[in-house]
């Protein structure tokens, strides 16, 4: 009989606590331990597990995002984020993103919205404006436990969203299952949008992932299949990149709400958006989108540094 593999132990020590502002603070790690600190924070229950990159300049390979990233093998999140030292005048910080493939990626809004509270903890003060690879993105704390972002310019360009040749992407000619006549937009990431007459999560997993891989989005794409309850009401899923299905998608609310009214749906500026995990407030002001919502704290704890085997 061949011998089982060897069980790797998980890389995380975790500290938890719920609902304690006082440990929003990344703990500090025993010296010459090795260990980084973290912070696990969600919003709707799209998860990220948070680095401080001021303190700790060690980068993040792919191998090691993806480890951490694993709910297996890791500490479990959709993101690995970074913070780091602003290199833009008027920012207070910068976000770096990371899918669980382990690809940098531009844009996430939930993960921004988490970013944002810990740096407004921080500077005691409610708004803070977060640099990203999408831009400039200004945050405010309205509430306790709430933080809105402005995010956009949106754009339907082409190029912009990363397709291999030029289309009409306000109605693309590609299709799966129920999924057709879509909309893709860039908000710093891509998406494709497709309004259905009734929402149904298992058509999304069964069809979106032919969308996500289509030729015509050699860097994949979003999906987010969208039904318009009434004109300011949207219910969404979001089949998300690299391939997963997420329980909310700050981005994916702001194009749905976007998409209805460039496709004449919706005469609305201010949309409540239901996801899996909960409602989005979104607030459209010409092609930027005020997304406003919960953010939630987890738990903190330490990761051990690159093994041997992920450098």
């Known amino acids: ?47 990220f597990v948070i680095f401080d990159r001021r303190s700790d300049r060690r980068p993040f390979s792919a191998a090691e995002t993806i480890r951490i990233c694993d709910v297996e093998t890791g500490v479990g999140a959709e993101q690995l984020v970074t913070l780091e030292h602003p290199t833009q005048a008027g920012a207070d910080v910068q976000m770096r993103l990371f899918n669980v493939d382990g690809r940098e990626v531009g844009a996430c809004g939930n993960a921004t919205r988490c970013a944002a509270l810990l740096a407004m903890d921080d500077l005691d003060r ?75 999560v298992a058509e999304l997993v069964q069809y979106a992932p032919a969308i996500q891989s289509d030729p015509l989005f050699p860097e994949g794409v979003n999906v987010g299949a969208a039904e318009l309850v009434n004109e300011s009401t949207i219910r969404l899923a ?41 409602a989005l407030t979104i607030t459209l002001e010409d092609d930027m989108a005020v997304m406003a919502g919960p953010v939630a704290f987890c738990c903190t704890g330490f990761v051990e540094g690159e093994r041997a085997d992920e450098a």
């Open 238 to 278: 979001v089949w998300e990149r690299p391939g997963i299905l997420t329980q909310a998608c700050g981005t994916g609310a702001c194009v749905a709400a976007f998409a209805a009214r460039r496709r004449g749906l919706s005469t609305a500026d201010h949309f409540t958006v239901h996801l899996p995990g909960g």
């Open 1 to 47: 009989m061949a011998p089982l593999p060897a069980i790797r132990p998980r890389a995380w020590l975790a500290v938890l606590s719920h609902g304690n502002l006082a440990m929003h603070h990344f703990p500090a790690a025993p010296a010459d331990s090795g260990l980084r600190p973290f912070v696990k924070m969600h919003g709707l229950r799209n998860h």
């Open 126 to 200: 409610d708004e803070v404006v977060i640099e990203t690879a999408a831009g400039l993105l200004p945050c405010r704390r309205t509430g306790a436990y709430e933080v809105s972002v402005r995010l956009g310019p949106i754009s339907l360009d082409w190029r912009e969203i990363g397709a291999s040749r030029e289309v009409d992407t306000g109605h693309l000619p590609i299709e799966s299952g129920s999924l057709r006549d879509g909309t893709a937009l860039w908000i710093g990431n891509p998406h494709v949008v497709f309004f259905v007459e009734t929402l149904d």
